[in-house]
């Protein structure tokens, strides 16, 4: 099975700062994708980054950043310049690679972000 | 592009009664996803389908759940009876292939049972 642990319930940033989120995850597979997703309280899930386990680059989005560490099972999210918006709850998610089984996404418990001004 | 569009948004029901919520997936989407969210946890999958078949539904209590995805295009979830544990945000999600590369999400309907 697999399973998505992030282990910070709630982490606070000034804005312009810049904050990291955490994620440990466990998967027998070799290959898998690794997102990280933004809800704000409209509830829509926001696909924020994406990272393919086989790549050893981390992948960047503008402002937001990974560090992958596949051998750590580790996944952490970095906001730079933090922005007002970006306040939301972060989601961890891991999933498959298509031409396999099931692809639903597996997350983890989400880290409440506060941005303060 | 419209997104993936899911109805109602609220619903409040007493518990052992039923209820039923609507999903119509981004034109063209082949694979379709239901998650329960349940407040202060992450989406957890219920069910998928591809087309009109089912993928996975390990997860669905299937004792009071069900799911079909008739023409392979809207798929509505329904509970019958309903607990108080359900009580949750569904979220239906849609990919254009069966893959977890890119799936959207819709609004998402909140379910409270009182």
């Not at chain 2, 087309?51 to 295009?73: C, I, M, T, Y």
């Amino acid at each position: 099975a697999q399973t998505v642990t992030q282990s910070q319930p709630e982490m606070s940033v000034q804005e312009a700062e810049t904050v990291t989120l955490s994620c440990t995850y466990d998967t027998s597979e070799s290959d898998y994708y690794l997102f990280w997703y933004k809800q704000p309280p409209s509830r829509q899930m926001i696909l924020v980054i994406r990272q393919e386990a086989y790549k050893q680059q981390n992948a960047t989005e503008n402002r937001f950043s990974v560090n992958f560490q596949k051998a750590a099972k580790s996944f952490s999210l970095k906001i730079s310049d933090s922005q007002l918006g970006d306040a939301a709850m972060y989601f961890c998610a891991l999933g498959g690679i298509s031409g396999g089984g099931a692809d639903g996404l597996t997350f983890g418990k989400g880290t409440h972000l506060i941005i303060q001004p | 592009e419209a997104g993936v569009a899911q109805s109602p948004r609220y619903k409040i029901i007493e518990k052992r009664q039923s209820v039923a919520f609507w999903c119509n997936p981004i034109s063209g989407h082949a694979t379709l996803y239901w998650y329960q969210q349940i407040l202060g946890q992450g989406p957890k999958l219920l069910i998928q389908f591809q087309n009109n078949g089912v993928v996975d539904d390990s997860q669905l209590p299937k004792d009071r759940f069900s799911a079909e995805r008739l023409k392979g295009v809207d798929s509505t979830l329904k509970i019958q009876p309903a607990k108080l544990e359900d009580s949750a945000v569904y979220l239906c999600a849609s990919s254009l292939v069966r893959s977890s590369y890119e799936q959207y999400f819709g609004p998402g309907t909140r379910l409270t049972v009182t």
